[in-house]
């Protein structure tokens, strides 16, 4: 069974924090994705990789930055969190070959005070 | 224009009925064409896919297209209350390996029992 695990369901930080959000995925899938989704603003895209050491920029990546030094394992990370960056983050993976299918984690809410 | 967009809801359906769920797109070279459901709380799985123009049926679901008009739909026939979700509409922006989907802000269907 495919299984895309993140490593906090919730997450409380301070404003200022270095934060570490972990994805791992299980199916040797190249493509990872980082979404955050708020409540009227839908999924929005903030970095993805298609290889390992590879990353992109999504629609919104200010404020983030991502690491992949690992096929399997995909980090997003809050160089100094701020309150506009509490929201549900989503993780999710593909092989992008053919059918599109996206795996997603059970996702992170992150709050920042 | 947004790339695209879905009127967020809420759609309320009696049990039994048709639900149909609409989704537009802006980026005409767009190939392919997702619909993931999202129940609340957890994260999005998909449900359907679509790539070329017509329809498509799966079970109760028919996911519709038309590139011509930048349209696509999802109907969901026989509507029972576990249908009850938040649809998404996903596009995948060109027909290659590592771009990633982009997603509208999602539709919360209601199948009232």
């Known amino acids: 069974d495919v299984k895309v695990t993140q490593s906090s369901r919730y997450l409380v930080k301070r404003t200022g924090e270095k934060v570490f959000l972990e994805c791992v995925q299980d199916m040797d899938h190249e493509n990872m994705f980082w979404y955050r989704q708020d409540p009227g603003l839908g999924l929005r895209l903030i970095y993805f990789?298609?290889?390992?050491?590879?990353?992109e920029k999504g629609d919104i990546p200010e404020g983030y930055s991502v690491s992949r030094e690992k096929k399997e394992r995909f980090s997003l990370i809050l160089e100094s969190a701020s309150t506009n960056q509490t929201s549900m983050y989503l993780c999710a993976s593909t092989t992008g070959q053919g059918h599109f299918r996206l795996f997603f984690g059970s996702g992170t809410q992150l709050s920042v005070l | 224009q947004k790339e695209v967009e879905q009127n967020s809801g809420p759609l309320s359906v009696p049990e039994g009925a048709i639900a149909s769920l609409n989704c537009t797109y802006s980026d005409r070279v767009s190939q392919s064409f997702f619909w993931y459901r999202q129940y609340s709380g957890k994260s999005p799985e998909l449900i359907m896919s679509i790539y070329s123009n017509g329809d498509k049926e799966d079970g109760r679901f028919t996911a519709q297209l038309n590139k011509a008009s930048q349209y696509v739909s999802l109907l969901i026939r026989d509507s029972q209350p576990s249908d009850s979700a938040t649809y998404l509409c996903a596009v995948k922006r060109r027909n290659s390996g590592n771009t990633p989907l982009v997603f509208g802000k999602g539709t919360r269907l209601s199948v009232i029992a």
């Open positions: 990789s298609y290889d390992v050491k590879m990353k």
